[in-house]
């Protein structure tokens, strides 16, 4: 059996800057204050938080929907990886990006649910105030 969580929260940008942020390594670094190392394009593999999670892009539809692939260390090894959308939708210049993260091992959704809010949702809404 697995998890899984929607999550949703808006930010002050355009739905294309969120969408480049979240795909450039340099960005996806400085709105999470953690090293993270991204191939951009469909097939690229990411790391981020040091290699604490990792994963694969499975699709992209520009500003609107990225797929990928998700696991962490912390996944038993036996455990398939993790399937994350991201949605990013026009609010008027704001951007609504909703998560939807399936295939959590059992036991773990809210461990991941915490750390979205306080690892990506709560810093990247301060890194686009800027």
Do not use: C
């Not at 455990?79 to 036991?107: C, K, N, W, Y």
Request: aromatic content about 14%; cysteine-free.
């Amino acid at each position: 059996m697995s998890e899984e969580l929607k999550l949703s929260v808006v930010l002050p940008a355009l739905p294309q800057k969120v969408y480049e942020a979240w795909l450039d390594s340099a960005a996806h670094s400085d709105f999470t204050g953690s090293p993270a190392k991204i191939d951009p394009r469909m097939g690229g593999d990411f790391l981020a938080w040091d290699g604490y999670i990792s994963g694969k892009t499975l699709a992209l539809e520009p500003f609107h929907h990225i797929r990928q692939t998700w696991r962490t260390s912390d996944f038993p090894e036996n455990a398939p990886d993790s399937i994350l959308d991201i949605l990013f939708e026009a609010v008027g210049a704001h951007t609504r990006l909703t998560l939807i993260h399936t295939e959590i091992p059992d036991g773990q959704s809210e461990q991941y649910r915490q750390g979205w809010e306080d690892y990506y949702f709560s810093p990247m809404n301060d890194y686009f105030v800027q």
